[in-house]
């Protein structure tokens, strides 16, 4: 029965996910956002919106480790699974700097998590930096993206044209009251979602005995990590590759500011020692074997994908043996 609650979860939260997206962009759209500041805001932070959920309901239940898990994993899975199994298929070059510049800011603050482990537990002052952190990237990106939305095509940017093609970006917007339902219902899905998927996760654990925070390494992580892969084989297939990176380093952003923090303001959040000796710092080489496709621009090629992919994958076989 767990893994039937798992396996329903997940599928709860892929499909409200989606739905509070489509209904999230809509409201935004109607209230007169770009889609540049869209899918560097609401797309990123919609795909993101299970890890949150998944988060807090872990730290309600009694569970905190399982929602570190979930983040430091998922963030990894973003990089090496997310990124590198489009790239097999669909080989793409960045050349943004709009995704440039957040990826630096995903650098520092991945350096700045790992800073505050070491001190950990993570508690309620954590959470404030977290979540002041997180309204100052989503204030900068509006602002950025409201100012250089008429010159992106020109300099290279992102530009509206890259995110034409995306089901997330519909040409005619739902009415704001339709949309708003949308949000209502996708919110109460993913609610329902993660509970099932958290109390599932915690039954396989027991029954292995395994921590909760390998089941959030793991399982969790991939399930949770969907919807930026269905964004980013979508993007690269479509020629965008830096829709694919944007959206991905932002949703790496939000994991670390919006559900650890949001999990902290709830309940102290502990550190497990393997996660100081391994998982954190597996965490940040990820984050850090982007500095060469998006600082000078190397191509995201087959060969590249491959090793990407098949980093996580000897990662996780690496958990599965701990």
């Known amino acids: 029965m767990a893994y039937v609650e798992v396996i329903a979860g997940l ?9 509070m997206i489509r209904g999230a962009v809509s409201i935004a759209a109607n209230f007169g956002l770009s889609k540049l500041v869209i899918g560097l805001t609401v797309i990123a932070f919609g795909t993101s919106a299970p890890e949150l959920v998944v988060g807090i309901d872990a730290a309600l239940e009694g569970v905190p480790t399982m929602a570190l898990g979930n983040v430091v994993g998922s963030n990894t899975a973003n990089i090496l699974l997310v990124i590198g199994l489009p790239a097999i298929f669909y080989p793409f070059t960045c050349d943004n700097n709009e995704v440039k510049r957040n990826y630096y800011i995903m650098l520092g603050g991945t350096a700045l ?24 990237f989503v204030t900068n990106s509006y602002r950025v993206g409201r100012l250089g939305n008429e010159v992106a095509d020109s300099e290279g940017e992102i530009g509206e044209h890259a995110y034409e093609d995306l089901d997330e970006l519909p040409e005619n917007p739902l009415p704001t009251l339709r949309a708003s339902l949308y949000v209502i ?19 396989i654990a027991k029954s292995f005995e395994i ?46 500011y919006a559900i650890m923090g949001g ?19 597996v965490m940040a080489l990820s984050s850090a074997a982007l500095i060469p496709f998006i600082q000078w621009k190397i ?4 060969v590249i994908g491959l090793t990407f992919t098949l980093g996580y994958i000897i990662y996780l076989w690496s958990l599965s043996i701990g």
């Open 113 to 136: 998590f790992i800073l505050l482990c070491t001190i950990g537990p993570l508690s309620y002052f954590h959470a404030i930096l977290l979540l002041i952190l997180l309204v100052a």
């Open 11 to 19: 599928i709860l939260l892929i499909v409200a996910g989606d739905i």
């Open 299 to 302: 191509r995201f090629n087959r």
């Open 185 to 203: 219902v996708g919110l109460a899905g993913l609610v329902f979602g993660a509970d099932i998927l958290v109390r599932g996760g915690v039954e």
């Open 211 to 256: 921590s909760e925070a390998v089941i959030g390494l793991t399982i969790i992580a991939i399930g949770t990590s969907l919807p930026e892969l269905v964004t980013a084989v979508m993007a690269a297939r479509h020629g965008h590759g830096d829709v694919a990176l944007g959206n991905v380093i932002g949703s790496n952003i939000f994991n670390l």
């Open 263 to 281: 999990t902290a303001l709830v309940a102290d959040v502990p550190v497990p020692e393997s996660f100081m000796r391994v998982d954190l710092w």
